[in-house]
């Protein structure tokens, strides 16, 4: 497993404003906005969203492996991983040389021994992304990049909604009239169970 | 999925509130535009939105007239009246049951709270009692309902989408972009009744309508 950031970093970033997504040991901060005050945050806020695609991708490929899902459902997993890849190419054309590449997670213990237990991650780490998005949208300076933002978030949610889909067995789950956009508080708790 | 899905037919309503020429018209010089019946909503702009610039006109590149954020959020709402009633009449069809009838309860509250922030940003301009008219046998069958209902949230999901860089108020863009994304929910979700209760995958980047895409998505509806 290897570290993008430190706890300690994170925790500052955290502290100081912005969006923080927090997987395993990997920590992922989408740290922007007025309270941070740098010209930069729109490099940081993309360079962040490449690393919780990665894992995104991770968590896709992994449950993918599992051989729990068949039919429409797998090739719905498969659809949704490289809908993953696609978002993080898209950050990765706009970072260059910048782009987060290799990064590897670590997962509580049990994450991955049903499609239950897979579909609730899910539920969590896309409640996260989507947060994190939408966040990004109001955080972001560039207007081409907000909008970039919104259409992952989007993306995301539909993952979102289909996460809770099966981990309700398949039952239709209604879904929040404004999805919540996440302070790096909230995403910071959202996703504590996946600290490492 | 375990709401079944009965076939039924209902009968549908009109009222026009702009013209199908005005409508092509509005079409034709830029923008985003909804057209649903004859009813005809027109999320038109794109545009500058500079930082502090959130009172100011984004006029779109093609536009010969200037569309601000008034004029979006007033078209939204109007959307969403569409969006209200069009639920509202999938589930009065009486074909859908346990939880899909449910969702389509909770789509249609959704929209409700969607259209509710809008008019509170709009106050007196808030659009109201709007009717709409369908195509002859949009709500005979579940399936029907689906597809509709699918075509019309791609429509909305693209219209919200080109609100997020084409307004100037960078609180309405995170308002536009919750929303945007609350419907794209709902679009995969009609999608996938659409195909029997199957999932569907998306598209990675949800489609971003131009006002001639939108034009072309929408015109099975034009009365």
Do not use: W
Not at chain 2, 114 to 142: Q, R
């Amino acid at each position: 497993m290897r570290m993008t950031t430190s706890r300690g970093e994170f925790l500052s970033l955290g502290m100081r404003g912005g969006i923080a997504l927090v997987a395993g040991g990997a920590v992922l901060g989408a740290a922007a906005g007025p309270a941070l005050g740098q010209a930069s945050g729109d490099v940081a806020i993309a360079k962040l969203a490449a690393t919780a695609e990665l894992l995104a991708v991770d968590v896709y490929g992994r449950a993918i492996d599992t051989g729990f899902f068949t039919g429409d459902v797998l090739a719905y997993m498969e659809a949704a991983r490289q809908n993953e890849r696609d978002h993080y190419d898209a950050l990765a054309k706009v970072l260059g040389a910048q782009a987060p590449k290799g990064v590897t997670f670590a997962y509580p213990a049990g994450t991955f021994k049903d499609s239950s237990s897979i579909a609730q991650t899910g539920v969590a780490l896309e409640t996260a992304f989507v947060g994190a998005y939408l966040g990004a949208v109001e955080a972001l300076k560039d207007n081409d990049l907000k909008g970039v933002a919104a259409l992952v978030g989007a993306n995301e949610a539909q993952h979102l909604t289909t996460f809770k889909r099966l981990a309700a067995g398949n039952a239709l789950v209604p879904n929040p009239s404004f999805p919540a956009s996440l302070t790096a508080k909230q995403a910071t708790a959202a996703v504590t169970p996946f600290l490492a | 999925m375990s709401g079944a899905m009965d076939d039924d037919p209902v009968e549908a309503r009109t009222v026009t509130t702009t013209s199908r020429s005005q409508f092509l018209s509005r079409g034709a010089k830029g923008g985003l535009v909804l057209a649903v019946g004859g009813a005809v909503l027109a999320v038109a702009a794109c545009g500058d939105d500079d930082d502090g610039a959130a009172a100011s006109t984004a006029a779109s590149t093609a536009a010969a007239e200037p569309v601000d954020d008034v004029a979006i959020a007033k078209l939204a709402a109007t959307a969403e009246l569409l969006a209200v009633d069009f639920y509202g009449m999938g589930i009065a069809s009486g074909l859908f049951k346990a939880d899909v009838l449910s969702y389509m309860t909770a789509s249609r509250k959704n929209e409700q709270d969607h259209y509710d922030a809008l008019a509170e940003v709009l106050g007196m301009e808030a659009p109201k009692d709007l009717t709409f008219t369908y195509p002859d046998g949009t709500f005979d069958s579940a399936a029907r309902i689906a597809m509709t209902g699918a075509a019309l949230e791609e429509a909305f999901v693209g219209a919200y989408m080109g609100a997020v860089t084409a307004l100037s108020d960078n609180g309405l863009k995170k308002v536009a972009a919750q929303i945007g994304a609350n419907e794209a929910q709902h679009l995969t979700t009609l999608r996938s009744l659409a195909a029997g209760g199957t999932l569907m995958p998306n598209p990675s980047l949800p489609k971003v309508l131009t006002a001639a895409e939108a034009t072309a998505a929408v015109q099975p509806f034009l009365a």
